[in-house]
């Protein structure tokens, strides 16, 4: 075992036997309950304390209680929750005995469900990400939640202006603009992280985000709950679901560039045990970007089942059309960004990238009583990309003979169909042993993804694209007219992936204050060689590194330890252990398929509520270290220099040390605000050492790794970011609402890492920090509210670099206005 996993489990166990011994000198009387609303449904996650003392708890999802360690005599019990009415009642507690004390809400459910929504009492709420039911009070991890009142007012359209609002997480470029990329903790959020209810989802395309009801995200490791996921975090979509209710609205939302969209929610009831929901847009747009355009559409059909008083089914399923002109930016010239147009487009004016995404899920809910839930999820989507353009442009990096700015627009066709399917079971309840509760999870999950990927030929024959030169430095040439070249599809690869797991996880209650969270996965993940189908031949090979003769297979176990500490109710201190696994691509120096990394997370933290929940302050700091980080080998097997780049070795180490600050805050029902700063230090702490590989050339000809402890590439050590609403609710100002929200990036390094012998792969580019701020106002009236935002007001220039050379401005001033009506 892990020394040092090894050393926290130790010091749990004392702790845990120091905290019953120290709980066993207390008089044995409890109470227990249950809280149910005026219609008969449980209501999970009410507070119930007891008055004049610092015992305290809160529902569970079957709206059971459990205090104890509760000294003989007589109590006042009250039930409250922010928004609705505090209920108490009247107990005796006798030594050794357990008093039971139930409470009915005068709420309804569909009302306590509406004071969850809009009450700011978080920590003592679950989200689905985390799967178990657990309150964010209970994770030994830090958790946000972006809700649908901030996604409304912030009129936000894709998933990446969600995830500007969450800490610690970093917009990065994808290729060419034609989706998201993310950053948490210095990681790659890639299409594994992306969740939509709980089951994987691409993020090609861009998901949209203006009809969702949450984004959830989970930090730091979740390899436990989701396999092989990297480490920085899972982030969860929630949807809009159907309601027992008529209702719905409808809004237009127009915009700088000739952007309009207009979009649909209606929701009702089909009978009494059936409810529906669609969802509904459309969104035309130019760009600040000369040439490119945006052509979209949406739609997200659902299905609400009532089986039965213990057994619902949700149905649901998606459709997004995304077109959008493919953008590298505007390139660099020898490794510097050129003094051009926030505008500059140049790719060609014909380029395309088509995408069509359909998901479909059945997510199925079982009580088997107030204590156990069953939940099964089964889910299946289509992605689909079709793409032709130039590629990245980089002036003068291989033909120092050509004018400063030369750079060649060759071609790259592309034609992606992937299918993924998703299945997974999980149980959760709660048991007792003594006075020890324990909330319990166990799930199993499986999926498949097959993608084929499609090659083509140009009209002569030839799969070398014709190249379309240009110069960077002279904008006359960025519009050169050519027609679409002709093409021709010969080629099919396709790539199968297989996973499947299994976890166990458990929440310890020791006693009210102390609580341990333990929990273990293994996983196993098949990749079998692609298989390649040449359409003119009728030929299928196989694909595949020399040395691979069967499937490769990653397989690791996922353990987690967290120690929780609650002083009072409204504060919890945590320490934890998590790991994960990334799968590694390549072959070892025997030519067998490199393994997996494991990569080692502790994480620590203080989570607090004041205010009667209406302000939250998280603190969080975390250490990622993967001491088996792979690279490129310095040598062959036989002890020859090697110039393969596709055999590695276990030679390497990274680190990420970071500090997270999350607040949040709603004073008021007419005053909220977000903000959060996030510090990450991700480098390397050991790479290839230098390494002559030709004595004979003056000077010497040497390899070398990265210079250690310089921050890998790309990543951002601070970012801040702030969001204040408010909506006057009397005097002649009732209904008009002010926002103001604010973004900072730090200064970064992209374009390549440094070497230690003194070479260089390329230039490294230095990006300064930069800050951008946001003016919303809008009026209410009855059902009919007008919306309008003014962004980047100071018209701040910067740019969002992906991998090494493309090179996108930040969008300048922009207008956004919607016009709702709700039903």
Known sequence: MNKKLYTIFVALLFISRLVLADDETEKNGSIRGHVKTS?????????????????????????????????????????????MQTQEQQVTVEPGKESNLNFTLTENSSQLNEVVIAGSNHLNKPVNVGKSGLRVLDVPQSIQVIDSILISDQQMNRLADVMKNVN????????????????????????????????????????????????????????????????????????????????????????S?????????????????????????????????????????YVNPSLLFKISDKT?????????????????????????????????????????????????????????????????????????????????PQANGSDASKPLGY?????????????????????????????????????????????????????????TSPSYDFNLLDPSTFATSKDIPFTRLYQNTVAPIYRMGAFAQDLIELTQKFKVLAGVRYTLQRTPRTS?????????????????????????????????YQPIKTTSLYLSYANNFTSNSGVDLNGSPMGPSIIDQYEAGVKNEFLNGRLTVNVTAYRILNNRFAQTALTKADGTPNADTNIKEFAGKTASDGVEVDITGKLSNNWYFIAGYSYNYFRYTKTAPIVVTNPNTNPPTTTAGITEGERVIGTIPHTANGTLFYTFDQGTLKGLKLGFSGYYTGKRNSGFNTLKNGLQRGAVINLTDYATFDFSAGYTYKKLSLLGKLSNI????????????????IPPRMFQTTLSYKF
Request: charged share 15%; no cysteine; aromatic share 10%.
């Open 168 to 255: 610690g997480v970093a917009l990065g470029e994808n290729r060419g603009s034609t989706g998201d990329s993310f950053f948490a903790r210095g990681y790659s959020l890639g299409a594994n992280n992306i969740f939509k209810n709980g089951a994987r989802s691409s993020i090609g395309g861009s998901p949209e985000a203006s009809t969702l009801e949450s984004v959830e995200v989970l930090k730091g490791s979740a390899a436990l709950l989701y396999g092989g996921v990297t480490g920085g975090a899972v982030v969860n979509l929630v949807t809009k679901k159907p309601k027992f209710n008529w209702g719905g609205e409808v809004s237009m939302r127009v915009g």
């Open 407 to 463: 750079a060649p627009r060759t071609l790259t066709r592309s034609n992606t169909q992937e299918y993924t399917y998703n299945e997974q079971i999980n149980l959760t309840g709660s048991a007792y042993t003594g006075s020890v509760k324990h909330t319990l999870l166990f799930g199993a999950d499986a999926d498949q993804s097959r993608t084929t990927t499609g090659a083509f030929k140009y009209a002569n024959g030839s799969t």
């Open 257 to 297: 560039y000739n952007m309009y969209k207009p979009i649909v929610d209606l929701y009702g009831p089909i009978s009494k045990s059936i409810a529906f929901r669609v969802i509904a847009t459309k969104e035309n747009a130019n760009s600040f970007r000369d040439v490119v355009k945006t052509d979209r559409f």
């Open 312 to 392: 619902e089914l949700i149905v649901q399923g998606d459709y997004l059309k995304s077109n959008y002109t493919p953008d590298f930016g505007i390139g660099t010239v020898l490794g510097k960004i050129p003094d051009l147009p926030r505008s500059a487009f140049v790719n060609m004016a014909w380029a395309y990238n088509n995408t069509n995404t359909v998901t479909t899920q059945a997510n199925l809910t079982h009580r088997f009583n107030s204590n156990w839930k069953l939940n099964v999820i089964t889910a299946f989507q289509s992605y689909g990309r079709n793409y032709f353009g130039a590629e990245r």
């Open 532 to 564: 390649i189908y040449n359409l003119e031949t009728g030929a299928t090979t196989l694909g595949g590194s020399t040395g691979i003769t069967g499937i490769k297979v990653d397989k690791a176990f996922s353990p987690k330890l967290g120690l929780i």
């Open 794 to 809: 100071t018209n701040e220039i910067n740019y969002l670099v992906h991998e090494n050379y493309s090179i996108n401005p």
């Open 39 to 83: 219609d008969g449904k449980a209501a999970a996650y009410v507070s119930v304390g007891i008055i004049n003392t610092n015992k305290g708890t809160t529902t569970d999802d079957g709206g059971n209680y459990r205090l104890t360690g509760i000294k003989p005599g007589s109590y006042t019990v009250r039930v409250s929750f922010v928004g």
